[in-house]
């Protein structure tokens, strides 16, 4: 049986139960015999029975054919070496060898010598304290692709070793006596000394160190002291052998598990936990404050108040309070999840919550809006941008995180239902607080009243600025007029506007007209102007004035039907109609539009391909919106292989569309006229709409799309005989008239077209910061957002940082600099602080 391990151990086991049995005389209780697999320990009380069993143990191996190594034997000794262990005096100590050995490894330089490593120190874990939490970087490093030794894997290898080297000498397990166990759980690691007590002192028997399981380390605190302490008990049952434990947890496991337990554990894990703590006499549970293991080993344990309620920690509430009223439900859901994944951070965390929305701004809408540029489908601003901002920057910050959705308002009993009905008890409880607001009114006292008390330092303009208004000194020193101003220092002054602006947010000449009836200084206005363009708050809420300048002129075809305008209108459903595909040609005006049953892209390719290119021929370019049924991947592709130029408009800035805009208000105004007259559909009422707008004379020029494009005015009378039988002479004379009169009209459009532009129309240059408008729909939001850096410019465009679409620059404004460069010399540079 020498390559079965097994089945020789348990060959030799039989024959030594026989052999005690049969042939051993000693009572039992003067010796003990232990086997492992091969090896076999013997002790007594005395030398002589020691002797004399030796003796009879070694001839009954030798009957059975079993060969005894005499080089191994170790017979009639105080101190023996048994599987690795140092045996002496009720004591077991590591082996020297075992010691020397694992402390000669030098630092591993694969996962493999790592892992090995990791064994033999393992087998000593009974020895260390706290040998999983010291380990525990040493494992995390097995998890990595290549082997990185960080300062912090260095000193836990070299801590290893250190602690081998300060083994202590344990206690062999006393059967007669009561065993004690201190359970401690710290880094989801459950950790513990077992010991005994030794006269008035508590000797150790061993060091359990064990890692929880994956389910348990995502318990809160206390429900992983439970966990710890059925994990650490478990493994001091394999020494105390049934013998009683007192167990010292500084947690109220009993409490926490008859309560909680049922809300967090598995029916199979509860059932276990119960049987392991309550079914067996042999467990005696006791609360204590003391974490420190090194502190159990005092004569005298004195107990300390407990530092919290268990069972208040697993339902506690970590924060709660009301937000602004008007508050939207949408806003508070967002904001409510952005807070609990800060509190995460750094965490491993899973998260709840009963709001679609914000499970959907996680999970699906959030990637899609702010690779948009928070613009939705349609091309308008989402709602609540900076929330859902914060929102996706928030759900990195902690470790590893879960978002899920649960069913709100249920009445289930399961532990995820009550923790969403004490969220939303929470919630209410916090609505209910009084939200207060202190106003911001402009005080009337003086506001040069805190520098009063001490004497100014007025320069040479506020010198003359005084004699100018006739001032006289008072007692400290100040200059005051006849009606009572104050001469304010230009230093002091700028701090009085800044304190005084934000508590109104007055313009500048409201403010200094407010001010001067106190005070009086030195460019009162252009501090005031300064100030007011530094104040974030009115950047973000003022409008933009600026003068009117030349506008961008739309591209125009040299030739009819050269270049179009394309839009969707949305009109109400007739025989199974809604919406309008209207195109314009830039050059004559000339309109087409089509009803569609849908606003997709197949609509824009059936028309372009059956109707626009069959009789104007391919165009040279198209403009259009940003919408989905444009930008879509068959359209542009469409337009590429067809070498047809396809522009897409600044998004909002409706005047890029101006020309088809137009005829789409045109169209609706002119088909709703006809249906009311005669009481027709608008599919019906289209072609005639359309023949009004073609013949109507266009208000610069003077002449129609149907002009320009046929070269003849429209009139319903036709021309007089046959041509074949009048000849070709009217035909001739036709041709050339028409020849002659498109020349003309060709003519008129050129010269009345707007000149291109030649420089940008504004003063944006790449790296300044602006402030973005804000279209949105709620009154009391910033109407301004930013600032935001510009990276690229047009002559009537920007794009700045954070934002993926083309910005008009009607839509900006620059944000103030607070200092002003330069450039005196290659070397030398001028720094002002900016008042302008």
Partial sequence: FKNSPTIFGNQLARELEEWKTTQ???????????QYVDDILLATQDRGTCVNLTIALLNMLGQAGYRVSKEKAQLVRKSVLYLGCELAQGQRRLGTNRVEAICSIPLPRSHQELRSFLGMVGWCRLWILNFGLIAKHLYEALKEPQLDWTPVRKKAFLDLKQALME?????????????????YERQKLALGVLTQKLGSWKRPVGYFSKQLDAVSTGWPPCLRAVAATVLLIQEARKLTLGRKIDVYVPHMVMAVLEQKGSHWLSSSRMLQYQAILREQDDVQLQTTSHLNPAEFLRSEVIEDELVHDCVEMIEQVIEARALTPGTSAQK?????????????TGRKVNIWTDSKYAFGVVHIHGA????RGLLSSQGTAIKHQEEVVALLDAVHKP???AVMHVRGHQKEDGNIFRGNRLADAAAREAARQVWTQMALIPTRTNPANPYLQQPPRYSREDEKLAA??????NATGWYVTNTGQVVVPSWIMKAILVAEHNKSHWGAEALVKFLKSEIVSNRMLSLAKRVNAMCSVCLKNNPVVRKQIQLGRLQVGPEPGDYWQVDFSELPKAQGYKYLLVYVCTFSGWPEAFPCRTNQAKEVIKTLLKEIIPRFGVPLGLSSDRGPHFIAHIVQETARMLNITWNLHTPWRPQSSGQVERMNQTLKIQIKKICQEGKIQWPQALPLALLQIRIKPRERIGVSPYEILYGKPYHASTMKGDPHVIGDQVVYNYVVSLHRILNAL???????????LENPVHDVQPGDQVYVKNWSTDPLRESWSGPHQVILTTYTAVKVAGMDSW??????????????????TPTRLILRANYS
């Fill in 24 to 34: 051993v005389k000693e009572p039992p209780t003067s010796y003990t015999i232990l």
């Fill in 167 to 183: 083994a202590p000498a344990l206690g062999l397990p006393d059967l007669n006596k009561d065993f004690q166990l201190y359970v």
């Fill in 332 to 344: 508070a859901e967002i904001i409510g999840l952005t807070r609990a994944l800060i509190l995460s």
């Fill in 368 to 371: 899609l809006w702010r690779e």
């Fill in 399 to 401: 470790e590893q995180v």
């Fill in 468 to 473: 100018l208004l006739k001032a006289n000194k």
């Fill in 746 to 756: 060709r003519g008129v459009l050129q010269w009345n077209r707007p000149l291109s």
């Fill in 807 to 824: 910005i008009h620059y009607t839509r900006i404004k620059k944000a103030p600099t607070q200092w002003v460069s330069q450039a005196v």
